[in-house]
């Protein structure tokens, strides 16, 4: 079982880690500002996640986050979605 987590600043890196692993799904987002002001703004309003490697504590390496679109406050869109290539097929996405 996996434990999904707010996001929080301390995650920022291992999430720009995570994004390179998918680059060629999204394209290369780390050096848009675009992808990073939306990370920093969606880790602050609360409705970043992400899977933590072992549990850990901020910081951890991530095996999968996931951004939410909040454009519609009833209603939430995933926005963006990865899981770390070691994790797939582990139910890291599905709990």
Same mark, same amino acid.
């Given at each position: ?6 996001a929080?600043? !301390?995650?920022?890196?291992? %999430? #720009?880690?995570?994004?390179? !692993?998918? !680059?060629? #799904?999204?394209? /290369?987002?780390?050096?848009? /500002? ?5 990370? !920093? ?16 504590? /901020?910081?951890?390496? #991530? @095996?999968?986050?996931? @951004? ?11 926005? %963006? @979605?990865?899981?770390s ?11």
């Amino acid at each position: 079982m996996t434990n999904v987590v707010n996001a929080t600043n !301390e995650n920022i890196m291992g %999430w #720009l880690k995570l994004e390179t !692993e998918v !680059e060629y #799904l999204f394209g /290369p987002m780390v050096d848009d /500002p675009s992808f990073m002001k939306a990370l !920093e703004k969606n880790v602050n309003r609360g409705i970043a996640f992400c899977v933590r490697e072992n549990d850990g504590s /901020p910081g951890s390496n #991530l @095996l999968g986050g996931v @951004l939410f679109s909040s454009s519609n406050a009833s209603s939430y869109i995933i926005g %963006w @979605l990865a899981v770390s290539s070691h994790s797939r097929g582990k139910g890291v996405a599905t709990d």
